[in-house]
């Protein structure tokens, strides 16, 4: 059995995600911790999300009862908590179910020095969870508790200081933020007001029925704020998932600003500012190699998942680091994706005088298509597919990936579910749709050999 899929455990609350399972989990990180000398103190927090105090509680006993000292952060967004571990304490532990639907919940391990919890880390974790080895202290040794409300200020203040600050005060721009009654409500909102923007809100008040809209910040959930935008005359719209590690933007137009767009336009001003390497999973658009290259930076792929980025721009000193789904990583600032770090770089980007919806028009047209295809066997079925291409050259950075001279193809089993991912992209509309074909053709073909 895994309990750690690709962003931490998650499951339905009280269902799948149990009081339980956080304080058994709270005792195997502490036994983790003391098995490697890593330390005694742990920062704890959460999401807004109706169960976060439940399972806040029980990890936090967990931990307490393998000795150690716990410092419970509050509601904040799990790059808030980041970056609080990396300055205070040891490890963090972060109540959240990200950009799941409202009944989910889950618990991610953060390292001390504030970036996500290695595979390795979590594989004991987990080892250590199912044998229930627990160190268990003697009484005079069990933990000590406190609480700390400066995270959220502290990391605000630091986007601040790292951003250009008049630049941005004298745009004047208004701004609607969304962070859909999750853990951004407390920081976007101000952060931008600390920009001299003016703000709009919606869904800001935070709760954990998520009355607003769903926590993922996708187009077709996003109907209020590009409305809001349109109708008060905006320069853009904000958005985060439910524990705003993620971003998505609306133009002044009322668009959304699809993720591909939004990594290319980043890597571009980054790069105008500071040449380097830039990092990105092999699942993104070439929109970002073209820009990377025009910008005279060199484009590194990577795995697919924000911890195998994040890994790559520290070990080759990239300037800057993300995946198309709005997880955008600024190293400057912190090794994680960061949702309200990404915003204010964006206000830097719309305060150059350019209205977002031009700059998105000036960036390489490129059609991408994406399918999924279920699929139980998901090794011997790769196993297949790869036999099939063998006379093609194929890049193994993850899944299947064949490069044509017009486009590519890419085919990866999922982490976490019984299904294959299939990504095609060309210039052309009709060959990124004849490459999906072929690619789900061939995976067809192997699942029912
Ligand atoms: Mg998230």
Known sequence: MKLFGTNGVRGIANREMTADMAMALGKSLGTYMQRHNLGLRVTVGRDTRISGDMLKSAAIAGLLSTGREVTDAGVLPTPALQYYVRSHTDAGVMITASHNPREYNGLKIVAGDGTEFSR?????????????????????????????????????????????????????????????CGASCEVTPLLLRHLGCRVITLNAQPDGTFPGRAPEPTKDVLTDLMNTVKASGADLGVAHDGDADRVAFVDEMGEFLDEEDLLALMAEHVLRHKKGKVVTPVSSSLQIRDVTESMGGELIWTAVGSIDVARKMIDTGAVFGGEGNGGLIFPEFQYCRDGAMTAARMLEIVAGGRKLSELKSGLPVYYNIKIKIRCNNLDDVIQKVACALEEQEVDTTDGLKVWYPDGWILIRPSGTEPIIRIYAESKSPDRAEELIQYGSRLVEKCSNE
């Open 120 to 180: 390795s880390g979590e594989a004991e974790v987990e080892d250590i969870y199912f044998s229930q080895q627990f160190h268990i202290a003697e009484w005079e040794r069990t933990g000590s508790f406190s609480r700390d409300s400066t995270a959220l200020k502290t990391y605000m203040d630091a986007i601040i200081s790292l951003v250009d600050l008049d630049l941005i005060r004298n745009a004047g721009l208004t701004v609607v933020v969304d962070p859909g």
